[in-house]
């Protein structure tokens, strides 16, 4: 590989994503801007920041990574991304959304639960909330991103990692999220391009489509026993019904991340940067056609690997990859791509966990600030944006020590916990908030509590996935996971955590009083 062309390229992107950071600068003038990029972003902005916030080094190197082992099982993730993360959420949740969270003048979704709940308790748990979790998704985005970095550029990981992390934190900081949508664009018009070429070249190496699928397919007897006995049945089938792994890539994977994405603090904000919901209906077909091909296409290259790996090594992918599924995608890149492709891969790899990260430092740094320190000391005068930046700061830091930390093949677990969590402790609320006038506030508050409290039971005593090395339920009851009974050892807190915060939230709202008419009639009042 040309180190020079290499460096020059990284240099290019760099400079242009420097440009962009300094126009989000530029046109930063108040905390709305900062905070919410002046509520008049255009919808072909919005819409592909919103894909590749949402798409990221987690979803290409992680769940690429997973397809690789598992096969194109992963599709219906591709599907429910689809009909979940982009029709209903643009559609039954966006638009509401935006109407409502222009009326409350809410800049963050903690504030927007707040106010429409009309509590303080609420913004600032769910600000806690957001601060203290999204480290963990930061941190396999990091992962992700330095990985590729080691691979392409043959440096150390942890170089990488911190080198990876002060390119984002200096424009997130400076440009607020105007200057983190207006890359996110760039980004993610990077991102779809390098898939799009990446699936076209693999099945050109590989025979095209038909010979490429039938090859994968006729791979079935080279499936690894402890794989086989998991319900792996070939890289082309679903898993046998009731395996394990049909209960993993079911509730984990499909469930845990597919629903799961509704409740996502940095894409719900998406939603109020919009100025009417023309813009929204606009961005629903350019945010389809991006998942589809950003999650679809590198799902399906991610179980094609295995014919080029066996056909060039007589290796599986993972087997290629020394065990760790985090290193399919790049080694396969690295190994069956031309060069020039690598450089623009490279730039997608950049851009993906860039995009998603900067969103994730700008959500958790609002949250911290704006969220609980300003509700925490309301007596005092703070400044938002520097609050903010000072926060954002801090999220870059923890998120860092946490992607040293943490162990190889994470990324697509870390991705699973944490939408996972956000979905049992914030979607009810934010559904009925939306749809629900009869909920209350102390409804809300303890839906959020339960569904929380009942994630962290779940990871600590029963899937076994984090039982097992947190060590919390061996210590306290002699056993690896309270679960004993298949498959509860192994199905995804969200079945779990989700009802309960349901069942909390419709509970207590029939048994305490209701918000005032008039504050809800200020919440649905139309706006253009």
């Given at each position: 590989?040309n180190?020079?062309t290499?460096?020059l390229?990284?240099?290019i992107?760099l400079l242009?994503?420097?440009?962009?950071?300094?126009r989000?600068?530029?046109?930063?003038?108040s905390?709305?801007?900062y905070?919410l990029?002046?509520?008049?972003?255009h919808?072909?902005?919005?819409?592909?920041?919103?894909?590749?916030?949402?798409i990221?080094t987690s979803a290409?190197?992680?769940?690429?990574g997973i397809?690789?082992?598992?096969?194109m099982g992963?599709i219906?993730?591709?599907a429910l991304?689809?009909i979940?993360g982009v029709?209903?959420?643009?559609?039954?949740f966006g638009?509401?959304t935006r109407?409502?969270g222009?009326n409350?003048?809410?800049?963050?979704?903690?504030e927007f639960?707040?106010?429409r709940f009309?509590?303080?308790?609420?913004?600032?748990?769910?600000?806690?909330?957001?601060?203290i979790?999204m480290?963990?998704y930061a941190a396999v985005?990091?992962i992700?991103?330095?990985?590729?970095i080691?691979s392409?550029f043959?440096i150390?990981?942890?170089?990488a990692?911190?080198f990876f992390?002060?390119?984002?934190?200096?424009?997130?900081i400076?440009?607020?999220l105007?200057?983190v949508?207006?890359t996110?664009a760039?980004q993610?018009?990077?991102?779809?391009?390098s898939?799009?070429?990446?699936?076209?070249?693999?099945y050109q190496?590989?025979?095209?489509?038909?010979?490429a699928h039938?090859a994968l397919?006729?791979m079935?007897?080279l499936v690894?026993e402890n794989?086989?006995?998991?319900g792996?049945?070939?890289?082309?089938?679903?898993?046998k019904m009731?395996?394990?792994?049909w209960?993993?890539?079911t509730?984990?994977i499909?469930?845990?991340?597919?629903v799961?994405?509704l409740?996502?603090?940095q894409?719900?904000?998406r939603?109020m940067t919009v100025?009417?919901?023309r813009e929204l209906?606009?961005a629903?077909?350019?945010?389809g056609?991006?998942i589809?091909?950003?999650?679809?296409f590198?799902y399906?290259?991610?179980?094609l690997s295995?014919?080029?790996f066996?056909?060039?090594?007589s290796?599986l992918?993972?087997?290629?990859?020394q065990?760790?599924?985090d290193l399919i995608?790049p080694?396969?890149?690295?190994?069956?791509?031309?060069e020039w492709?690598?450089?623009l891969?490279m730039?997608?790899?950049?851009?993906?966990?860039?995009s998603?990260?900067?969103?994730?430092f700008?959500a958790?740094?609002?949250s911290?600030?704006?969220?609980f320190?300003?509700?925490?000391?309301?007596?005092?005068q703070?400044n938002?944006?520097?609050l903010?930046?000072?926060?954002?700061?801090?999220?870059i830091?923890i998120?860092i020590?946490?992607?040293?930390?943490?162990?190889?093949?994470?990324?697509?677990?870390g991705t699973?916990?944490f939408?996972?969590?956000?979905?049992?402790?914030?979607?009810p609320?934010?559904?009925?908030a939306?749809y629900?006038?009869?909920?209350?506030k102390?409804a809300?508050?303890?839906?959020?509590l339960?569904?929380l409290?009942a994630?962290?039971?779940?990871?600590?005593?029963?899937?076994?996935?984090?039982?097992e090395?947190?060590?919390i339920?061996q210590?306290l009851f002699?056993?690896?996971?309270?679960?004993?009974?298949f498959?509860?050892m192994?199905i995804?807190?969200?079945?779990?955590?989700?009802p309960?915060?349901i069942?909390?939230l419709?509970?207590v709202?029939?048994f305490t009083q209701?918000?005032?008419d008039?504050?809800?009639?200020?919440?649905?009042?139309?706006i253009?």
């Amino acid at each position: 590989m040309n180190t020079f062309t290499l460096g020059l390229v990284v240099v290019i992107y760099l400079l242009v994503i420097a440009y962009l950071g300094y126009r989000g600068y530029s046109q930063t003038k108040s905390a709305k801007d900062y905070l919410l990029a002046g509520r008049d972003i255009h919808p072909f902005v919005m819409a592909m920041s919103y894909g590749a916030t949402f798409i990221s080094t987690s979803a290409i190197i992680g769940f690429g990574g997973i397809a690789g082992v598992y096969g194109m099982g992963l599709i219906w993730l591709t599907a429910l991304n689809i009909i979940i993360g982009v029709f209903i959420a643009f559609l039954f949740f966006g638009r509401v959304t935006r109407k409502m969270g222009h009326n409350l003048d809410a800049h963050t979704f903690p504030e927007f639960l707040g106010n429409r709940f009309q509590s303080k308790k609420i913004q600032v748990i769910s600000g806690a909330v957001i601060f203290i979790s999204m480290p963990l998704y930061a941190a396999v985005v990091l992962i992700g991103g330095a990985r590729f970095i080691e691979s392409i550029f043959e440096i150390d990981f942890s170089l990488a990692l911190t080198f990876f992390s002060i390119i984002i934190a200096a424009y997130v900081i400076a440009g607020g999220l105007k200057g983190v949508m207006y890359t996110d664009a760039l980004q993610g018009s990077i991102m779809f391009l390098s898939l799009f070429f990446l699936l076209i070249v693999t099945y050109q190496k590989l025979g095209g489509v038909s010979a490429a699928h039938q090859a994968l397919t006729n791979m079935v007897d080279l499936v690894p026993e402890n794989l086989k006995a998991a319900g792996h049945e070939g890289w082309t089938a679903f898993p046998k019904m009731n395996s394990a792994w049909w209960w993993t890539i079911t509730t984990n994977i499909i469930l845990g991340v597919g629903v799961g994405v509704l409740a996502q603090p940095q894409l719900i904000v998406r939603f109020m940067t919009v100025k009417s919901n023309r813009e929204l209906n606009r961005a629903v077909l350019i945010g389809g056609i991006f998942i589809f091909v950003a999650t679809g296409f590198i799902y399906t290259v991610g179980a094609l690997s295995n014919v080029y790996f066996y056909k060039e090594t007589s290796q599986l992918a993972i087997q290629f990859a020394q065990g760790n599924v985090d290193l399919i995608i790049p080694e396969y890149i690295s190994a069956a791509m031309p060069e020039w492709f690598v450089y623009l891969f490279m730039l997608a790899l950049l851009s993906a966990g860039m995009s998603t990260l900067s969103s994730q430092f700008h959500a958790m740094g609002t949250s911290l600030g704006r969220d609980f320190i300003e509700n925490i000391f309301p007596k005092k005068q703070f400044n938002s944006m520097l609050l903010s930046k000072i926060s954002i700061i801090v999220a870059i830091i923890i998120s860092i020590i946490i992607g040293y930390k943490l162990p190889g093949s994470i990324i697509a677990r870390g991705t699973a916990i944490f939408f996972g969590i956000c979905a049992a402790a914030f979607l009810p609320v934010y559904f009925a908030a939306l749809y629900w006038k009869r909920v209350t506030k102390t409804a809300a508050l303890w839906s959020i509590l339960s569904g929380l409290a009942a994630s962290v039971f779940a990871l600590a005593f029963m899937h076994a996935k984090e039982s097992e090395p947190l060590g919390i339920c061996q210590a306290l009851f002699g056993k690896p996971t309270l679960a004993t009974e298949f498959p509860w050892m192994i199905i995804d807190p969200i079945v779990i955590a989700l009802p309960v915060s349901i069942a909390v939230l419709i509970a207590v709202s029939l048994f305490t009083q209701k918000t005032s008419d008039e504050h809800l009639a200020a919440c649905y009042h139309e706006i253009k």
